[in-house]
């Protein structure tokens, strides 16, 4: 296991299967924070439990459960593994964009949950670190258009070649203790402020 004892919640819509699979789990080193049978209010119970990973079996997942999985992974991203009857290929594309780290085409059974936990558990992670990574990358481009543009009007209003522009938003960074970014916003709001 990645996590020695991971805090699980489970939504399932059936008692028999779900009080076997607790049983399982709970044999295995896991932690059952709260079990449930419906996926109504699942932010809600998410945000309450703070699980390591939600799995879910609902006899017939709709359209509603998937947008309270949307809302989780865009208020309280955790990962999900879901077991389903349903082996739709539209239905598992939605479900993957509503958040969910794995897509089981077959009912829960006690066997199959564990390897559905690291599976969902390795994905959930891998995915937040593209995202992560992405946001990185999207903030650079974003400071570096900045940057860019305050070079731009320096060179414009003040007749200075690029590379003195440069210079002057790094000496204005390095004098006011900011960041190159930040003297190139306040560049920009002043400029504009002329007009």
């Known amino acids: 296991m990645t996590n020695p004892s991971p805090g699980i919640m489970l939504v399932d819509d059936n008692p028999e299967r779900a009080h076997l699979v607790c049983e399982r789990l709970r044999a295995a080193g896991y932690s059952i924070l709260a079990q449930i049978n419906s996926a109504e209010g699942l932010l809600f119970q998410v945000e309450k439990y703070r699980p390591d990973i939600v799995l879910i079996d609902i006899e017939s997942p709709d359209r509603d459960i998937l947008e309270s999985l949307a809302i989780v ?6 990962p999900v593994a879901m077991f389903s009857g349903s082996g739709n290929a539209d239905f598992i594309s939605r479900a993957v964009d509503s958040g969910v780290s794995a897509y089981m085409a077959e009912g829960m059974t006690p066997e199959r949950v564990a390897p559905a936990i690291e599976i969902a558990m390795a994905q959930f992670k891998h995915f937040q670190q593209l995202r992560q990574s992405l946001e990185r990358t ?9 940057i860019e543009r305050a070079k731009g009007l320096l060179m414009a209003k003040k007749n200075l070649s690029e590379e003195d522009a440069h210079k002057t938003l790094r000496n204005l960074a ?6 190159i970014h930040t003297v190139a916003e306040q560049v920009i709001q002043y400029f504009q402020k002329e007009h």
Request: aromatic share 0%; glycine share 0%; hydrophobic share 20%.
């Open 73 to 78: 992974n865009r208020e309280a991203p955790t």
């Open 138 to 146: 999207q903030q650079q481009l974003t400071e570096r258009k900045a």
């Open 174 to 179: 390095m004098n006011s203790n900011s960041t």
